[in-house]
């Protein structure tokens, strides 16, 4: 999947938040989502790297990757339901 080719429903920078923050607004952020969209959370935290997909896993979305950019990286996640 080019993950530079998605095109995201909805945006969360949680550049500015240390762990859990980034996942805490990545679940919020899903709920803005309509299912087979795209979410992508904007995070400075390497701990989002594990988080992140493990919360996809559990809850059912579609973690499809990241995209590191200069200081932070970019995930995406498409929800599934």
Known sequence: MDLNALKPDKVVDARSLACPGPLLE???GISGVAAGGVLEILSGDKGSREDIP???????HEYAGLIEREGYDSHFVIRRK
């Open 26 to 28: 990545a679940k919020k």
């Open 54 to 60: 493990a919360w996809c896993d559990k809850s059912g």
